[in-house]
Nanobody
Framework: QVQLVESGGGLVQAGGSLRLSCASSGGTFSNYVMGWFRQALGKEREFVAAISWSGDTTYYADSVKGRFTISRDNAKNTVYLQMNSLKPEDTAVYFC???????????????????WGQGTQVTVSS
C-alpha cells in the first residue's frame, strides 16, 4: 500500500514562490507516474502536473505552464512541485497522487490515480 505525504504549503504573496514535496512509502516509487492536483474551495479537483517514472516526461496544465515545475528523486521516493510567480487563483489544497497507468493520455485524469496524499494548503494573497 503506497502512502503519500505532502508538505511545503503555506501563505505567500502574489509573485512569490513555494516548493511542495510529496514523500512516498510502502511501495516501489519508481513504478508509479506521479501527479499533482489541486482543489479550490467550491471547485472540482483539477490536474496541475504529472511526471513519468524516470522523470524524462512531464505534463502541465495550461494555467501553470511556464510557472510550475514538477520533478522527482527516485532515490528519495519524493516528488516535488516548484511553484513560481504565484497568483491568487493558485490558491487551493494541493494533492499528490500516484498511478501505474502507462498511457500518458490518462495522466491528467484523477480517476486513474490509485493513491492520494492528504493535501497541503497553498494560499496566495494579492
Amino acid at each position: 500500500q503506497v502512502q503519500l505525504v505532502e508538505s511545503g504549503g503555506g501563505l505567500v504573496q502574489a509573485g512569490g514562490s513555494l516548493r511542495l514535496s510529496c514523500a512516498s512509502s510502502g511501495g516501489t516509487f519508481s513504478n508509479y507516474v506521479m501527479g499533482w492536483f489541486r482543489q479550490a474551495l467550491g471547485k472540482e479537483r483539477e490536474f496541475v502536473a504529472a511526471i513519468s517514472w524516470s522523470g524524462d516526461t512531464t505534463y502541465y496544465a495550461d494555467s501553470v505552464k511556464g510557472r510550475f515545475t514538477i520533478s522527482r528523486d527516485n532515490a528519495k521516493n519524493t516528488v516535488y512541485l516548484q511553484m513560481n510567480s504565484l497568483k491568487p487563483e493558485d490558491t487551493a489544497v494541493y494533492f499528490c497522487a500516484a498511478t501505474p497507468v502507462k498511457s500518458s493520455a490518462d495522466w491528467v485524469r484523477n480517476r486513474w490515480y490509485n493513491y492520494w496524499g492528504q493535501g497541503t494548503q497553498v494560499t496566495v494573497s494579492s
